[in-house]
């Protein structure tokens, strides 16, 4: 929900990619392109328009879903740790903290010269609201569904948080990337104020976000005065926006887009890290038949639509969980469904639908990665009497009809991880959960899930994940097709770009050259 729903990310997380929430990278591509490319001078200051699909759902960080939105907003928002670009976890808020044997306590010590952008220094008080913010459930689910364990937050003295759970978690320093807010601070809506490294300036709905070089910012600071991200709704014009001018960087091109760039600027190449797929309702008819829904299966073919896309580019997945969260990724899954049109012929037959049925696909028409699959996905479904209608949508509709209201058949879109763990990218299957936009429910998914959740082990606890992303493959819950290539575009004057294993853009490492 890329586009990235928290844990919807997608959802709605799901951003524009939607990657209902990435932008980040593959770390082999990474390192097999070369870095700093270009032989000029870096200067500091600067400015630079960078071209987004869509506008921001919310500023504030607790409330916001979409992927795209997330990616904006970790340039001024940071947690007690935060994740660098190899995917690991490292220190940020926090200048350290301790994990208890039984994985029940979590202890932050406060960074010292840690300031809000309002001037005020961090302080333990607005660590604990935070905390306590995200998991408030007057108003019902916790805003992070993983802070339903949290037992109390209790501050030990001005600079030290202790965090305790109800049940031991391993796995539970991954939401520790949750925004830190100044203590009943009540305009994140309009004039959000973080600890990052660049600040808001300014917004217009549907037109643009400002942001600003924090100063005061406690780490590496940026090398740009002032970022703006443009929004350029209509994918057809993100080319034509480059060449002349009116943004200098844009992400999540096709190859075709990125091949029309052969003067002044440079592309880079990764992943999106995210799960694109031909998401299914499994509430409604036929694909609420697990039969219908493999049938789908076998009659795509990932590998042709990564070619028709992209030149081959991008990774074939096979179930929820892409390749950048490696120890929970499992390449078996790729190849559970092979193209067989006669197999899935048989399985329509079985399951009452010899002549085959009509299907509605809802798109981002935002987004020309998943306009583009989906094309291709009505191709291939002809093959088995499956008539497609591919309905294209703003992505404003998107989110409120398909991810809110679950109204729709079937879509294509990215789902991303809010953080790195696999709880992210699976908690959302489980039946009763409020970003199960799918309507996927398995009771042996949600027993597999909730021991996985449970494991101390952190072998047993991969296993069980891994398990559970079996029960989707095998169940169908939805048409697994890729991790998207990344295609970057950015031009000449500028470098620095790097690839996160999350979807994020990160602006401070960028720089202009002389």
Same mark, same amino acid.
């Given at each position: 929900m890329k586009r990235r729903v928290m844990s919807i990310l997608l959802m709605l997380t799901m951003a524009a990619t939607i990657a209902l929430s990435g932008c980040s990278g593959d770390k082999e591509k990474q390192e097999s392109a070369p870095e700093n490319k270009l032989s000029g001078k870096p200067v500091e200051g600067g400015s630079i328009k960078v071209g987004i699909s869509q506008d921001l759902d919310s500023l504030d960080p607790h409330k916001a879903v979409a992927a795209g939105t997330k990616e904006v907003l970790f340039n001024i928002y940071e947690g007690l740790v935060k994740p660098d670009k190899d995917g690991n976890l490292i220190a940020a808020v926090a200048s350290e903290y301790k994990v208890s044997d039984d994985a029940k306590v979590y202890t932050f010590t406060l960074r010292d010269g840690v300031k809000f952008h309002n001037g005020n220094a961090v302080t333990a008080e607005d660590v604990k609201y935070s905390i306590d913010r995200c998991a408030d459930t007057s108003n019902g689910e916790p805003l992070v569904s993983a802070y339903s364990i949290i037992e109390s937050v209790n501050i030990?003295?001005?600079?030290?948080?202790?965090?305790?759970?109800?049940?031991?978690?391993?796995?539970?320093?991954?939401?520790?990337?949750?925004?830190?807010?100044?203590?009943?601070?009540d305009k994140l809506d309009t004039a959000p104020v973080g600890t990052g490294p660049f600040k808001y300036v300014s917004r217009s709905p549907q037109e643009n976000v400002i942001l600003e070089k924090n100063e005061d910012y406690w780490g590496e600071k940026a090398h740009l005065n002032q970022v703006e991200f443009k929004i350029v709704a209509d994918a057809d014009m993100v080319v034509t926006n480059l060449k002349g001018g009116s943004i200098d960087m844009a992400m999540r091109l096709t190859s075709s887009q990125a091949a029309e760039l052969t003067k002044g600027f440079h592309i880079e190449e990764g992943t999106m890290n995210l799960v694109?797929?031909?998401?299914?309702?499994?509430?409604?008819?036929?694909?609420?038949?697990?039969?219908?829904?493999?049938?789908?299966?076998?009659?795509?073919?990932?590998?042709?639509?990564?070619?028709?896309?992209?030149?081959?580019?991008?990774?074939?997945?096979?179930?929820?969980?892409?390749?950048?969260?490696?120890?929970?990724?499992?390449?078996?899954?790729?190849?559970?469904?092979?193209?067989?049109?006669?197999?899935?012929?048989?399985?329509?037959k079985e399951a009452g639908y010899e002549d085959g049925f009509d299907l509605e696909i809802?798109?981002?028409?935002?987004?020309?990665?998943?306009?583009?699959?989906?094309?291709?996905?009505?191709?291939?479904?002809?093959?088995?009497?499956?008539?497609?209608?591919?309905?294209?949508?703003? &992505?404003?509709? &998107?989110?409120?009809?398909?991810?809110?209201?679950?109204?729709?058949?079937?879509?294509?879109?990215?789902?991303?991880?809010?953080?790195?763990?696999?709880?992210?990218?699976?908690?959302?299957?489980?039946?009763?959960?409020?970003?199960?936009?799918?309507?996927?429910?398995?009771?042996?998914y949600d027993k597999v899930f909730g021991e996985a959740i449970a494991a101390t082990d952190e072998k047993e606890q991969i296993e069980l994940y891994k398990e559970a992303e079996g029960i989707l493959a095998e169940k169908a819950a939805n048409v697994y097709i890729q991790d998207l290539a990344n295609l970057v575009a950015i031009s000449d004057k500028y470098d620095g770009y790097t690839f996160y294993p999350l979807y994020v853009q990160d602006m401070s490492t960028i720089y202009m050259v002389e």
């Open positions: 030990l003295d001005e600079k030290t948080v202790e965090i305790r759970l109800t049940e031991p978690n391993t796995e539970f320093l991954a939401y520790m990337t949750t925004a830190i807010i100044p203590k009943d601070y694109q797929a031909l998401y299914l309702n499994n509430a409604v008819e036929p694909l609420n038949n697990e039969k219908v829904r493999q049938a789908l299966c076998y009659a795509i073919n990932p590998d042709e639509i990564m070619d028709m896309m992209a030149d081959g580019k991008g990774v074939r997945i096979g179930t929820s969980m892409y390749p950048g969260l490696k120890k929970y990724y499992d390449d078996e899954y790729a190849h559970y469904y092979e193209q067989d049109f006669e197999k899935a012929k048989e399985l329509l809802t798109v981002s028409s935002a987004d020309q990665p998943h306009v583009d699959t989906a094309q291709v996905i009505a191709e291939e479904l002809k093959n088995i009497g499956v008539n497609v209608t591919i309905k294209p949508i703003e &992505w404003e509709a &998107w989110l409120e009809d398909v991810y809110a209201n679950r109204d729709y058949q079937s879509t294509v879109v990215g789902v991303d991880a809010s953080n790195l763990s696999a709880r992210a990218m699976l908690e959302r299957f489980t039946s009763d959960a409020p970003g199960n936009f799918i309507n996927f429910k398995n009771k042996e």
